[in-house]
């Protein structure tokens, strides 16, 4: 028996070992594109924005995914190392040879980071830095964006980009309103088109009661002219030269 409890003892104490030496770094650099002193900056970073928010955050670089779908890629990799923060967890995965990369949130963060406000407010925050090559800048500002959402949410109670409850939307309101003008003039068409006694005429005299009207003479009377004479000028030559336009330049390349 106690060899029995010695060897279970030394299975846990050897599967323990493994998983705390299993347990990836924030920042996973398998394409070799950031510099050793600068993953750990990046680490530190990463560490301290964590234990901000209770969040888990992974970063990776490789040379090639191999084939496989870069999003599949990016879910595999936040559930099986970053999806147990007590806030949830989010990724960033960069595909060198594809030129790709991929966020993902686990179901924590999804409603914390939304993908409709949060994730385009990230892409705008380090896609200009990762297009020119500055890793590391893409990265710090990777981090220092989900610090940024974590402590909006934190806050305000609510996601970046979200309306509080009873706040009304500027563009919901004028597209409102355009429709209930829209649907007013059409209302009021419809019912003057329905009136029997109001009809449109096309022509003015469509309004008179036939017969109601009569002329009793039909003439044109003259009444006067006013005639004036002036000088003819000097007689003009003709030509093709010269400008029309009332000014004068000119340019070039240089």
Not at 32 to 53: A, C, D, F
Not at 95 to 109: G, L, Q
Not at 159 to 169: L, T, V
Request: hydrophobic share 40%.
């Amino acid at each position: 028996m106690k060899k029995f409890l010695s060897l279970l003892a030394l299975f846990l104490l050897i599967n323990f070992s493994v998983a705390g030496a299993a347990r990836l770094d924030p920042v996973t650099d398998k394409a070799k594109v950031l510099k050793p002193t600068e993953i750990e900056l990046l680490n530190q970073k990463i560490r301290g924005v964590e234990q901000k928010h209770k969040i888990k955050i992974g970063v990776a670089f490789v040379k090639s995914l191999g084939g496989q779908d870069i999003i599949q890629a990016s879910d595999d990799f936040i559930d099986d190392n970053f999806a147990n923060g007590k806030n949830g967890g989010i990724v960033l995965l960069v595909d060198m040879e594809s030129r790709k990369y991929e966020m993902s949130t686990d179901s924590r963060m999804l409603n914390i980071i939304t993908d409709s406000h949060g994730i385009p407010h990230l892409k705008d925050s380090f896609q200009s830095d990762l297009s020119a090559g500055n890793y590391f800048g893409a990265v710090n500002n990777f981090v220092g964006g989900v610090d940024e959402l974590m402590t909006y949410y934190e806050t305000n109670g609510i996601a970046y980009g979200q309306r509080k409850p009873g706040e009304i939307d500027p563009m919901a309101a004028m597209i409102s309103f355009a429709l209930a003008i829209f649907g007013g003039v059409m209302i009021r068409s419809t019912l003057i088109g329905s009136m029997s006694n109001v009809h449109r005429a096309k022509e003015a005299t469509d309004y008179l009661q036939k017969n109601s009207v009569k002329f009793l003479e039909n003439r044109d009377t003259f009444l006067f002219m006013n005639v004036q004479r002036k000088p003819r000028g000097g007689s003009r030559s003709g030509g093709s030269g010269g400008h029309s336009s009332g000014h004068g330049g000119g340019g070039g390349s240089f």
